[in-house]
């Protein structure tokens, strides 16, 4: 089965950029997404198809797809960004996440 | 404004089956996926299925021998049965809406419903 590969955390301070990455086998070759959880609360997009914002996101938040890597970037970090962030990917028609990464803005 | 509400037993006992449904608000179920994610506690999101409103269905290989997912138009809501419950079947179980598949991301979720599974 299909996996995808997150680091359990990344700190970062307030206004520095954070670079959170998302690993699977070709994964450049798919669509990658991106969803922020903050504690007791459902899962946001705030990324889709590896670079698209929806509408309400925040332009600090970025993404980029490209041979087995999948790369969300906060950009200028503010404390409400902390959350845990989550990818996603499509394969043979499922669903598939990543473990999910914390984010620490400190 | 699309709204989604999961609903069903907050406790379900080990080797029974697990019943919720998605009652959708603001938009009609036609033309869209429908799918169900689960969240132990603690723990990452894992995705469990989805519906088209025709009733064509998609499972997680790991629990397709366990899950079923339907809908009801008429209703405008759709479910899922998760049969033999164990512990480890214990989480939030949120239900999303997604245009296609493939190709989109879940656009709305629901609030999450907490499942325990003890006896």
């Known amino acids: 089965s299909y996996e995808l590969t997150q680091p359990p955390s990344v700190s970062v301070s307030p206004g520095q950029t954070a670079s959170i990455t998302c690993s699977g086998d070709?994964?450049?070759?798919?669509?990658a997404y991106w969803y922020q959880q903050k504690p007791g609360q459902s899962p946001v997009a705030v990324i889709y198809?590896?670079?698209k914002r929806p509408s309400g996101i925040p332009e600090r938040f970025s993404g980029s797809n490209s041979g087995n890597t999948a790369t969300l970037t906060i950009s200028g970090t503010q404390t409400m960004d902390e959350a845990h962030y989550y990818c996603?990917?499509?394969?043979?028609?499922?669903?598939?996440f990543g473990g999910g990464t914390k984010v620490t803005v400190l | 404004q699309v709204q989604l509400q999961e609903s069903g037993p907050g406790l379900v006992k080990p080797s029974e089956t697990l019943s919720l449904t998605c009652s959708v608000s603001?938009?009609?179920?036609?033309?869209?996926?429908w799918s169900w994610v689960r969240q132990p506690p603690g723990k990452g999101l894992e995705w469990i299925g989805y519906?088209?409103?025709?009733?064509?269905?998609k499972y997680n290989p790991s629990l397709e021998n366990r899950v079923a997912i339907s809908v009801d138009t008429t209703r405008n809501e759709f479910s899922l049965n998760l049969r033999s419950v164990t512990a480890a079947d214990t989480a939030v179980y949120y239900c999303?809406?997604?245009?296609?598949?493939?190709?989109?991301?879940?656009?709305?979720w629901g609030q999450g419903s907490l499942v325990t599974v003890s006896s």
């Open positions: 999303a809406r997604h245009p296609t598949v493939t190709t989109s991301y879940f656009h709305n």
């Open positions: 603001g938009v009609s179920l036609t033309n869209y996926y």
């Open positions: 519906i088209f409103y025709s009733g064509a269905t």
């Open positions: 070709k994964l450049g070759d798919k669509y």
């Open positions: 198809q590896d670079n």
């Open positions: 996603q990917a499509w394969d043979s028609g499922t669903v598939v």
